[in-house]
């Protein structure tokens, strides 16, 4: 049986009635014929309008204790897993080419499209998936407080201390340090680009050897729904380990994301929209299109610049082993700074455009930034009157310039093409980059779409921070060399808060507190590092091994694992208000909390069953997370270890966002300079 | 993270079941021979580093399956090809006649450049078999390479491993020059700048 559920209607169709139905079988397993090389068979057979997709592939893409696999010829016997069912896995995809199809639209957009789920039979998680969605949907329009928390965790222990630490629950979660296996799956999420004639591009975590079996598969699966079923893959999920492998199909590029970190589809969706976006911003679509014409055999991986690369992976790493909110949230990242600075800041910049006229005519700028700190946070922007950039387009130059920050290349003067694939495709805009202080990271961006304004925009750039400098309250602010600090979560009358996300959804901006952990509490990450001796292999291996892999690692790796714990809480408390698709699960205001029971230990092991970690160095986890959307502000918040009192956190909450709403010109940037 | 030096060539061989393809790419990948017959399903994907004339380049071989059922997918598989390798089999005539239609088969969905120069390669495979059991003559062959514009033709044996390394060498090397070719009929131009107006109307980015 095969439930086919459209945008507009839901229907069922048995398999001997419809054309459209299919069952899709996967064989997983290990090939048999050479150990050094992997191979890799798709088989295809489509006859009596019956279809099946068997894969026999390394086990590098397909984790094998998700899925086991029936007896088949290309198996080795001692590879060979007993396996019953299917039913845990769900491929969805849309059905109509409207990218591929003449007469309509090109970019099609996947939203447009009636997406078709695939379910292999009427399994048992469907069913608890669509039960506790209807439990939560229950919940929320029960009352605007809801006092029954989903439940999330490994059951109820003692009492507990409040603490500031933050623990790590997700204990199948495995870091990026965890360098024990060498195969491809040691990494809960990679990223694949590859050419639509099966030629890999780029991968996060490289293995060519591997990669381009590979990115055969990839190729020939999307193909495969094409072909056979006119259809487009989006998803294959595998409900039982949560792994799920996203697909993208653009023009000449197929974009494919592997990850193990419980992502929805729409938010890895998202990415790989972000790292097409990103080709496009170096390359633009007329260029990409040039490239491809007439010989889609073109080889843009060895095409694309070392700078492309590290920039990729930089963007890879951020989406995978950072805390970046960004894209989910869909905004950026605000630095509060007091309102009558900023309003001065803004009020200098426009005295200073107004004075160089016979500088930069107008129209040679068109838009800037005043950023600070690492993760570039906008102090102030410069835009012109009825203007505005795309959020996604202003996301990939401040990844450009978080690169810029992390090389420390800082102290030069950078002039970049880039393109903005929201605001237009086809051509360059150029950006003026200046580092204003090193050791506060602030930084100056200036855009034109003229090629030859670099000198304009320099001196024009010259003269501004001159201009601001002679301000000793904007200059404390932007120039010194006072590391910026942000605010604080002791700043705000939360108590119990340990960390909030304050989205102000009019501005497309977010505040939130400067990152505060406790070294010493710090667990760690099971199966990483567990004392220094180890701490200092595993840097040694990285060393060796990872080298292009160590820029991220100067943060240190207490910070890299705050960062991703933190971002699997947040991806929790967002999943938990939208639906697998991405659209929010009630369209006016949702409240919703989610409670995080569980015990931890120093020694668990990444994929420790929990029942037996009762023996060493117990600690037991209550943290509370709550989430509140309505149309105006989205918050999201994460209690101290220690809190389970849904009212607390609740006013606390309202402190928050009372604090928000207060000081709203303080925290968001309203206008800006506008010219 | 450094970007990769060597140009991936993807080769892709054709030829009605059993001819020999899958072993003619385990003896050039993994020099091994196998006696079992196993009909490939859908295609196998297989890797080896060439290094021809001073140029090393990754070779991805798609060993496609002969048998007419698993052709659906032909043009996801031809796609974007540096090189075909026809495969038949000398002791099989009917394998020799459907040579033309691989190769037209292929050109069709192939989407090339230039059909004229793509490079082919043409192999009469097992060869080590008794001379009575030889159906397809060499003058034949030559005949037909020679018609389909000087295709190179080699005679080979995966089983005894006679001229599959050659056959495989000249394959890289076919497949490199169509890579280099059509590099060198690209021009860069990147002169891609917007025209903006601020005072016009909105360039769209209204919004």
């Known amino acids: 049986m095969v439930n086919i559920s459209n945008s507009d209607e839901h229907k069922t169709f048995n398999n001997n009635t419809t054309n459209k139905s299919g069952t899709i079988r996967f064989i997983p397993g290990f090939n048999s014929i050479s150990k050094a090389t992997p191979t890799v068979s798709i088989a295809l057979n489509n006859s009596r309008g019956t279809t099946d997709l068997s894969i026999t592939a390394p086990s590098d893409i397909i984790n094998n204790n998700s899925i086991s696999s029936t007896s088949s010829h290309r198996l080795l016997p001692e590879s060979t897993k007993s396996y019953s069912s299917l039913r845990d896995i769900e491929i969805s995809f849309d059905e109509s080419l409207s990218s591929r199809v003449p007469n309509k639209t090109s970019n099609g957009n996947i939203n447009e499209v009636a997406p078709i789920e695939f379910t292999t039979s009427n399994s048992i998680s469907q069913n608890e998936h669509n039960s506790y969605q209807e439990i939560l949907t229950d919940l929320l329009s029960e009352s605007f407080y809801s006092y029954t928390p989903s439940v999330c965790g490994m059951g109820r222990c003692g009492p507990s201390v409040v603490s500031n630490e933050l623990p790590n629950i997700f204990n199948k979660s495995e870091t990026l340090l965890s360098v024990n296996k060498q195969r491809l799956t040691r990494f809960n999420k990679n990223f694949f680009i590859i050419s639509d004639a099966g030629k890999p591009i780029f991968t996060m975590h490289r293995d060519d050897k591997k990669i381009i079996p590979l990115a055969g598969i990839i190729n020939t699966i999307v193909n495969y729904f094409q072909v056979n079923q006119q259809a487009e893959i989006k998803t294959i999920h595998f409900r039982n380990t949560g792994q799920k492998f996203v697909f993208l199909n653009k023009e000449h590029i197929i974009i494919m994301i592997h990850s193990n970190l419980g992502e929805s589809f729409k938010i890895l969706q998202d990415q790989c929209y972000f790292l097409y976006s990103y080709l496009i911003s170096t390359l633009t679509s007329k260029s990409l299109e040039r490239l491809f014409r007439n010989r889609s055999n073109f080889d843009l991986g060895t095409f694309l610049a070392q700078s492309d690369i590290e920039n990729l992976n930089s963007i890879c790493h951020l989406l995978s082993n950072n805390f970046y909110p960004d894209i989910f949230l869909n905004a950026l990242q605000s630095n509060p700074i007091e309102k009558r600075i900023r309003n001065k800041i803004h009020k200098e910049i426009l005295q200073e455009l107004h004075e160089n006229r016979d500088i930069i005519p107008r129209g040679t700028l068109l838009y800037g930034f005043l950023l600070i700190g690492e993760d570039t946070k906008m102090a102030a922007v410069i835009r012109p009157q009825g203007h505005t950039l795309y959020t996604h387009d202003i996301q990939l130059l401040f990844c450009l310039v978080r690169r810029h920050l992390h090389l420390n290349t800082m102290d030069r003067e950078l002039w970049i093409p880039i393109c903005f694939p929201k605001f237009n495709s086809s051509g360059f805009l150029y950006s003026y980059i200046k580092t204003l202080s090193l050791k506060n990271k602030s930084v100056m961006v200036l855009l034109s779409a003229q090629k030859d304004a670099f000198f304009k925009l320099k001196l024009f750039g010259d003269r501004l921070l001159t201009r601001l400098g002679k301000d000793s309250h904007i200059a404390k602010i932007i120039i010194s060399d006072n590391p910026c600090t942000g605010f604080s979560i002791k700043d705000i009358p939360a108590p119990l808060i340990h960390h909030f996300i304050f989205k102000s959804t009019k501005n497309a901006q977010y505040i939130m507190p400067i990152m505060e952990y406790n070294i010493k509490y710090q667990d760690v990450i099971e199966n990483t590092v567990s004392c220094n001796d180890e701490s200092e292999n595993n840097q040694k291996y990285l060393g060796n091994q990872q080298k292009d892999d160590i820029h991220f690692m100067e943060d240190g790796i207490d910070l890299l694992n705050y960062q991703i714990k933190l971002q699997r809480y947040y991806m929790e408390l967002h999943n938990s208000v939208t639906s697998e698709d991405g659209s929010k699960l009630q369209s006016r205001s949702v409240i919703n909390f989610i409670q995080w029971d569980g015990i931890t230990s120093k020694n668990i092991s990444s994929y420790g069953d929990i029942d037996n970690l009762q023996s060493v160095n117990n600690r037991r986890i209550h943290i509370m997370g709550m989430v509140w959307c309505t149309p105006h502000f989205e918050l999201y918040l994460i209690s101290n270890n220690g809190v389970s009192d849904k009212g607390a956190i609740s006013s606390s909450a309202k402190n928050i966002l009372r604090w928000c709403q207060k000081h709203e010109q303080r925290l968001f940037i309203q206008n800006g300079a506008i010219f | ?207």
Not at chain 2, 108 to 137: M, Q, R, W, Y
Request: glycine share 4%.
């Open chain 2, 1 to 207: 993270m450094s970007t990769r030096k060597k140009n991936i060539l993807k080769v892709i061989i054709l030829g009605d079941s059993g001819v020999g393809k899958t072993s003619l790419m385990h003896r050039y990948v993994n020099n091994k021979y196998s006696q079992q017959y196993k009909a490939t399903i859908g295609a196998d994907f297989l890797t080896k580093e060439v290094d021809v004339d001073d140029k090393v380049a990754t070779m991805q071989v798609w060993d496609t399956a002969g048998q007419e059922r698993f052709q659906s997918l032909g043009v996801a598989f031809y796609r974007g090809a540096d090189c075909c390798v026809l495969v038949y089999d000398v002791t099989n005539t009917k394998s020799f006649e459907n040579i033309k239609t691989w190769r037209d088969e292929f050109l069709v969905h192939a989407n090339v450049s230039s059909p004229e120069t793509f490079p082919f390669v043409i192999l009469g495979n097992k060869i080590d078999c008794e001379e009575n059991k030889k159906v397809v003559n060499t003058k034949s062959a030559q005949e037909l390479a020679q018609s389909l514009g000087n295709v190179p033709l080699f005679f080979t044996s995966a089983k005894d491993a006679i001229n599959v390394d050659n056959a495989f060498e000249e394959i890289a090397r076919n497949a490199l020059q169509q890579n280099q070719n059509d590099a060198d009929a690209f021009e860069d131009d990147f002169n891609d700048a917007i025209n903006i107006q601020l005072d016009g109307e909105p360039n769209s980015c209204s919004c």
